[in-house]
């Protein structure tokens, strides 16, 4: 049998059978692309049979991203576990903040987490996944850009809960999320002198999935809940003070510059913080935008009273992990050094400091190399008590 070159016109005939084929697929593509704007989860694969991933992508460059009331911008997706899932388009100095957030506390479980009534614990990063709640059938899962875990925690978990998503819902206690806190477009050179108002790009700090596979996949966050920015069971206003430093009642979100564009990305973030980590058992969380000319940081806590409160100051300044992580410090400057590429000049001094461990005596010539060396030191002492452990119970199971 000759088969058709590419070129060759189609018979009037198998033109018109492909043409009812043809409507059909546009109109399921129509619907999907409907409901990938509309709807608050993800959108499952079997449901628009015949449409493909190729095809939906082909649309997004012939009219430009998907835009989700909840989830942002869709700018393009993956197909995991049967559903269309957006990819998370993350910046590079975002990320960068991020790492940096994570090593200092990975530092500060290493050292002082570790030797302070062994509250010790895990951090995880942006593929991090948390399912919060199961209760709507459809899990809560969010992938914060840091996360810690305590120790207690972490050591409860299950096999199904620490590798897969199939377990009982749990909460980090410390969350991070690194957005841009203002409407203005990234194009746009910052501003001088003043730093902007607060508003949000969700996109940023949120793009959302489904039962995961990710939260944010290759970056791409998982399903988004049914809940608005009033939560019923957020206590009504009682968490939504009024912000006199930012000019926001995160209530309604209402800026006190009307010159400045509306902040209801902000309100998402806002009530992202309230009303999904720490109605979820998160303590102390952080929203960060650290974009040159732009700072901003939104410090979140709870109150005597367990209620919600976020911090007056939002200006660029050094956070600490309270009672929530004591002693856990991250310095504005060593963010401002990862940004900018540059090193204090204490830093670029050659020293010659000398391991104080016994038997080592190692000589570092920066305070960092010698942080670091000591670091390997508390590294190895973990290690030799596990293998004793470990040696232990093989000893006891002979």
Known sequence: MVLPCENEQRSPLVSKMAAPYQKIQREVLARLVQDLKEKKSLCCVKDYTGVTLEERDRYVMQHGPIVNPVIGEQPAFFIDEGHFTPYR???YGSEAIAFEIAGQLRDWIQTNGGTRKKRGGRGTTSQGAYILDRRSGKPLVRMPDVAYVPRDVYRSLNHRQEWSYGGEPFAPTFVVEIAQLSG????????????????????????????DPKDRSPNAEVWIPESNSQDSSSGGDSNHAENPSSGIDSSSGATADDDDLPSANFVKLDNKMRNEYFKHGVQLGWVIDPRPGYERMYEYFLDEDGEVQRSVDTTWRDLNGRDVLPGFRVRSGTLDMVLNQESGSSEDEELNITCQNPGCGKRSRSIRENAA????????????????KRARRDLCAK
């Open 373 to 388: 060396h000591d670091l390997e030191h508390l590294e190895d002492s973990a290690l030799a008590h596990l293998e004793e």
């Open 89 to 91: 388009i993350v910046v």
């Open 184 to 211: 203005r477009t990234d194009s746009e050179s910052p501003p001088s002198g003043n730093r902007l108002s607060d508003t949000t790009d969700s996109s940023s700090g949120s793009v959302q999935m489904l039962p």
